[in-house]
C-alpha cells in the first residue's frame, strides 16, 4: 500500500538545493517550489529517506516529510486539499525549473 508524503525541503546551498530538488523529484510531483506530494510504498520512502540524508548538510538544511495517510484510491491528491488563490496547474514532475 502506497501512502501519500508531502515533502518541503529548506537547503542553504543552491547546489545542494539542485540535487535534493533532482532526488525527490525522481519520486513525486512539485505542488509548489520545494513542496512535492509522493505516493510511496515503504520500500520507496526508505530509498527516499537515504538520498536525502545523503544529499544534505545535516547542520545546515531541514528537509520534513509529512505522512499523510493511505493514497485514495478514486480520488486526485489536490481534491483532497483546499487552495486559496491560483490552483496548481497539471502536476508533473518537470513543473518547476531551476
Known sequence: MRRLTLVAY????PKRLRRVHKVVRDFGDP??????????????????????????NQAEDQVMLLDLGPEPKRTAPLE????LGKKPSALTRDSLVF
Open 10 to 13: 529548506d537547503i542553504a546551498d
Open 80 to 83: 483532497q486539499g483546499r487552495f
Open 31 to 56: 505542488l509548489q517550489y520545494s513542496l512535492f506530494l509522493c505516493a510511496l510504498s515503504r520500500q520507496d520512502a526508505a530509498v527516499l529517506e537515504t538520498r536525502l540524508a545523503r544529499a544534505i
